[in-house]
C-alpha cells in the first residue's frame, strides 16, 4: 500500500528502523522515551521499531537511568556483535584488510606488504582474498555473517551493469580493471555478501566526517596525503562525499613528469613519491630502500634533528617547498567550495605531522582569497593510518542502516542508488 507521498507501508518501516538505529548508534545508549524526540517518531512507532530490533539481536539493553519521579528507564544500544563488515585499503605500500563489528571496533587484521610491482592487478586480488579468508579465520566468524565487504582504492570507480565495480586508475596502471568481478572469481565468500568498492581518498573522508576530525561539519574537505595526493569533497548536496582528482591538479605549466602522464600535476610536486625523488634529485642522503615510509622517516629527522645535531639543508628546503606546493593546492580548494574544514590525513600527511602542518595553513590562506580563508580551519586528521581501512568498512555499514538493519538481498544485485540518498537523510551532523 503506498501512501500519498509515493512511499509504501514498506518504505516508512524502513525509515523508521533508519531513524532509531542511526540515534542510538551515534548518540547512544538512549532510552525509548529519549528516541522519540531524537527521532520524531511517536512513543507507539518508537516502541514497535524497537521491540522488532531487540527481537532480532540489533538492539539491546545496556542499563538503565533514573526518570523524573517514575520507574527507571531502560537504556538501549547498537548490539556490536549483531553484525561485521570487513574494510580493505588498497593502500600505496601495502594492503590492509580489517574485520570489524557493528560498532566500528576492529576484531582483527592483516597487512601485506606490496613490492616493486606492487600493483599488479592479480597481486592485489590474491592479497584481499587471502587478508579476508585470514581475518574471518582469525575472528572464527562464518562468511555467511558478513554484512559487505568495503574496499578502498586509487582511481576513479565506476559502476557497471555487468562488470560491477570498475577502476580507472591510471597513476597505477589500472585500465578499467574490474574488481569487484575478479573478486567474485574464487573469493572465499558466498555470493550473498555484497562487495562496496570506492576510492579511497572518499572513503577516508567519511570515517573523518563520521567519527573524527569531521563530524558536525556540512562543507570539508578531507585529504589524503600518501605516495600521491588525493581528496574527498563534503557538501550539503553531497554529503556521502565525492572523490576528486586533485593531486592531477596543474600547479606548474610544463613542470615535472605526474605518474599519471602529464607535466605539472601537484602530485608531482608534493607526493610523498615525488618529494623523495626531488630530494635524491638535490643530492639529499635518501636511504637505499623501496619502503616510502622507512625513506620519509629518515627525511624527516635529517631536516628536523633532536638535540644538537644540525638539519640537513636540502632535506628542509625540500620539505619547506612541499609545504607551499600543498598549501597552494589546498587554496585552490579553498576558493572552488569554501569548505569550513580542510583535514589532511594519510600515512605521510600524518607522518609529516604538526611539524609541517603550520607552514601548510599559512601558505593555503596566504594564496586564498581572504573571505573563505577566514573561514577556514586546516588540521590533521584524528583517525590515523587505519582511517581508509575504517572508511571502506562503513560502506557496508551505510547500506545496511539505509536498509533499516536488513541484510542484503539472497540474490545479490549491484548496491541501489538509493543508500546514497538514505545516507545523506541520516549521516551525523
Known amino acids: 500500500m503506498a501512501a500519498r507521498n509515493g512511499r509504501t507501508v514498506h518504505d516508512l518501516r524502513r525509515a523508521n528502523r533508519t531513524a532509531v538505529l542511526q540515534r542510538l548508534y551515534f548518540d547512544g545508549p538512549l532510552s525509548r522515551f529519549e ?35 517514575g520507574r527507571p528507564r531502560t537504556l538501549l544500544r547498537v548490539a556490536p556483535g ?23 571496533t ?3 587484521r592483516t597487512e601485506r606488504p606490496l ?46 551493469a555487468d562488470r560491477g565495480a570498475v577502476v580507472h586508475g591510471q597513476t597505477i596502471g589500472w585500465d578499467a580493471v574490474p574488481l569487484e568481478a575478479l573478486l567474485r572469481t574464487g573469493s572465499p565468500l558466498p555470493d550473498t555478501v555484497p562487495y562496496f568498492i570506492d576510492n579511497g581518498a572518499k572513503t577516508l573522508g567519511q570515517a573523518e566526517m563520521w567519527f573524527g576530525a569531521g563530524r558536525g561539519a556540512r562543507n570539508a574537505v578531507v585529504v589524503l596525503f600518501g605516495s600521491g595526493v588525493g581528496a574527498s569533497l563534503v557538501t550539503p548536496d553531497v554529503e556521502e562525499g565525492r572523490a576528486v582528482e586533485w593531486g592531477h591538479l596543474t600547479v606548474r605549466v610544463r613542470g615535472r ?52 645535531g644540525e638539519a640537513d639543508p636540502v632535506a628542509l628546503a625540500v620539505l619547506e617547498e612541499t609545504a607551499e606546493y600543498l598549501g597552494a593546492g589546498l587554496s585552490d580548494l579553498i576558493n572552488l567550495f569554501q569548505p569550513e574544514r580542510i583535514l589532511i590525513g594519510g600515512w605521510a600527511g600524518l607522518a609529516l605531522g604538526s611539524r609541517f602542518l ?38 557496508p555499514l551505510a547500506d545496511f542502516f539505509a536498509r533499516g538493519g536488513r541484510r542484503p538481498d539472497p540474490a545479490p544485485q549491484p548496491p541501489p542508488p538509493a543508500w546514497r540518498t538514505a545516507f545523506r537523510e541520516w549521516a551525523p551532523r
Request: proline share 4%; net charge negative.
Open 35 to 69: 528516541l522519540g524526540p531524537a527521532t520524531g517518531l511517536s512513543s507507539g512507532s518508537v516502541s514497535n521499531v524497537v521491540a522488532d530490533l531487540v527481537a532480532e539481536g540489533l538492539v539491546e539493553e545496556a542499563g538503565s537511568v533514573d526518570s523524573d519521579g
Open 82 to 104: 549483531s553484525g561485521h563488515m570487513i574494510g580493505v585499503d588498497v593502500g600505496e605500500t601495502r594492503v590492509r584488510v580489517g574485520l570489524f563489528d557493528l560498532t566500528l
Open 115 to 160: 613490492t616493486a610491482q606492487r600493483y599488479e592487478v592479480e597481486v592485489i586480488v590474491d592479497h584481499i582474498r587471502h587478508g579476508i579468508a585470514e581475518v574471518l579465520d582469525s575472528a572464527g566468524l562464518a562468511p555467511e555473517r558478513l554484512l559487505g565487504v568495503g574496499i578502498g582504492v586509487p582511481g576513479i570507480v565506476e559502476r557497471t
Open 106 to 108: 576492529e576484531l582483527a
Open 358 to 395: 603550520p607552514a601548510v595553513r599559512r601558505h593555503a590562506l596566504s594564496y586564498a582569497l581572504r573571505h573563505p580563508a577566514g573561514k577556514v580551519t586546516v588540521e590533521l586528521g584524528r583517525l590515523g593510518p587505519d582511517a581508509v581501512t575504517a572508511g571502506a568498512a562503513i560502506l
Open 257 to 308: 613528469r605526474c605518474r599519471c602522464g602529464a607535466l605539472g600535476c601537484l602530485e608531482a610536486y608534493a607526493g610523498a613519491e615525488s618529494l623523495l625523488a626531488r630530494w635524491r634529485e638535490e643530492g639529499g642522503r635518501v636511504p637505499d630502500t623501496t619502503d616510502e615510509e622507512t625513506a620519509l622517516t629518515a627525511m624527516l629527522a635529517a631536516a628536523y634533528p633532536t638535540g644538537d
